[in-house]
């Protein structure tokens, strides 16, 4: 059995994109994985991208005949697999030759962690709202100012997240994330009705369990552009809303004491700004009407 369950989830791919993504799993100088690329039923033929790796017996490729979407593909990618940790590599992304390595050292010394978050680098292609907005230049300062080589205490980091109104994900995007297998199957399945909040939703549920372990100095590329899930559900404005569900849903798991009171407070100011927020823009798009 294989030490690491490397998982892509392809959906539409850019072909020299997920080359190079499954490349730089090739590269990495620990060699005890499998990769499992797992497709949600693209109408492009991305069998054809991957059969020239397919001749490595730790590689594999399956394709749904339905459509998943985004958490039911991450899910889906997962559940193939069967080794102790499990590593998610994006088909737009890149690692670089340590990453493995650095994650699983981690994992293996330290045995009350139960994942690993690695710094990375921003690549961003083109103008989307995410990258517009500046979102990527803050949560890249907060992480120099704040995210520090070692454990992530759970408690301590979950109270100073919710304080910032849970933003931004400083645990960060999949590509930089090594779980226990054990962890996933205690916190259970990504939530597949949630497009843009999914993955910070499913690091509160581990930090409610564990405590992780940052690894600092950029270990690979998370690349933005216009195509990708993340910059199509940004402009949509579906982070919003996932948010608030975060913070219910959070508030409802602590028990009883400050953590809880902080996260209730929050939850109501987000409500309250959120509400705020649509009826602006309502009251603008009547007076757009009536102009007209």
């Known amino acids: 059995m294989p030490i690491v369950s490397v998982c892509l989830p ?30 949600d039923a693209s109408k492009k033929d991305v069998i054809e991208v991957v059969r020239p790796f397919l001749s490595d017996p730790r590689i594999r490729f399956h394709r749904s005949d339905v459509r998943l979407r985004i958490g039911g593909n991450w899910n889906a990618c997962a559940w193939m697999g069967s080794a102790p940790f499990v590593a998610y590599m994006f088909q737009d992304d890149l690692w670089h030759p340590d990453y493995l390595q650095r994650s699983l050292e981690v994992l ?26 500046g979102i990527y230049g803050e949560v890249d300062a907060l992480r120099k100012s704040q995210m520090t080589e070692g454990r992530i205490h759970r408690e301590a980091f979950l109270t100073a997240w919710i ?54 100095g950029s ?23 996932d948010r608030l ?37 309502a009251a603008a798009l009547r007076g757009r009407g009536t102009r007209r």
Not at 112 to 131: K, Q
Request: hydrophobic share 45%.
């Open 10 to 39: 392809t959906y539409e791919p850019d072909p020299a994109y997920l080359k190079a993504a499954i490349e730089s799993v090739l590269a990495q100088t620990f060699t005890d994985w499998e990769l499992i690329i797992h497709d």
């Open 219 to 241: 270990l690979g590329e998370f690349r933005v552009h216009a195509a990708a899930a993340t910059a199509k559900n940004e402009e949509s404005g579906a982070g919003k809303a």
């Open 108 to 133: 293996q010394r330290e045995q009350d962690v139960g994942f690993t978050a690695a710094d990375h680098t921003y690549l961003i292609e083109g103008s989307t709202a995410a990258s517009s907005t």
């Open 245 to 281: 569900r975060i913070f219910r849903s959070l508030a409802k798991a602590l028990p009883p004491g400050p953590m809880k009171t902080l996260a209730k407070r929050k939850l109501r100011w987000e409500f309250l700004g959120m509400m705020a927020k649509f009826f602006v823009r």
């Open 163 to 216: 304080e910032r109104g849970l933003r931004p994900n400083l645990i960060g995007e999949p590509s930089f994330v090594v779980l226990r297998r054990s962890l996933m199957e205690e916190v259970g399945p990504f939530l597949e009705d949630m497009k843009q909040g999914l993955d910070a939703e499913y690091w509160v549920r581990c930090l409610l369990r564990t405590d992780g372990w940052w690894l600092a």
